[in-house]
């Protein structure tokens, strides 16, 4: 099962689970806000790659969907670095965590909402596969850690991207982060 819509609201699904846990539970606040931080971090990264180039080429008006989004994921990423750095249960870690659901509520609305039905209608289905197996194999090899200083560009997220992924899963394995 790789078409691309089901990829993407899977982890929709998951990132919507994990911000209703964390504003429930202050006691596992930590490892789920690291989980939060490591999910985001890929998803996003694999959209920027293969999502939205194909949302510019195939979809008319693509260009402003794609920059809407864009600008939408920095913002997203700059919140989560701030998240990262912050003591898991301070008054910051909250309040960051209702300004990032908020934000990424936001985001996951527009994507599903005024992005997907216009994607849907123009690509076959063996198209969706296709690109859901590029997702997914982005998602693997994808970084664990914002990053929000990376240029959004697919080109920029397949270069300097691909590198920083492989810094975060060197240290990641050295920390056992993401491990709990
Ligand atoms: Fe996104
Ligand atoms: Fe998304």
Do not use: Y
Not at 66 to 82: F, M, P
């Amino acid at each position: 099962m790789t078409d691309v819509f089901d990829i993407l609201s899977q982890d929709h699904r998951a990132v919507e689970v994990l911000l209703r846990e964390l504003a429930t539970t202050s006691a596992d606040a930590g490892p789920l806000g690291e989980k939060l931080v490591m999910e985001e971090s890929r998803h996003e990264a694999a959209e920027e790659q293969h999502f939205w180039p194909t949302v510019r080429e195939r979809v008319p008006d693509g260009d402003r969907l794609a920059d809407r989004a864009l600008s939408q994921e920095d913002e997203g990423k700059a919140v989560l670095d701030d998240l990262r750095k912050a003591e898991p249960g301070s008054n910051e870690f909250t309040q960051l965590v209702s300004k990032f659901t908020q934000a990424g509520r936001a985001h996951i609305a527009f994507e599903e909402n005024e992005v997907w039905p216009s994607l849907r209608s123009v690509l076959t289905s063996e198209e969706r596969q296709e690109l859901g197996q590029k997702i997914e194999r982005a998602k693997e090899a994808g970084p664990t850690r914002p990053h929000p200083n990376t240029p959004s560009s697919s080109g920029a997220q397949k270069t300097a991207g691909a590198a920083a992924a492989v810094a975060d899963k060197a240290m990641d394995k050295l920390t056992g982060r993401g491990k709990k």
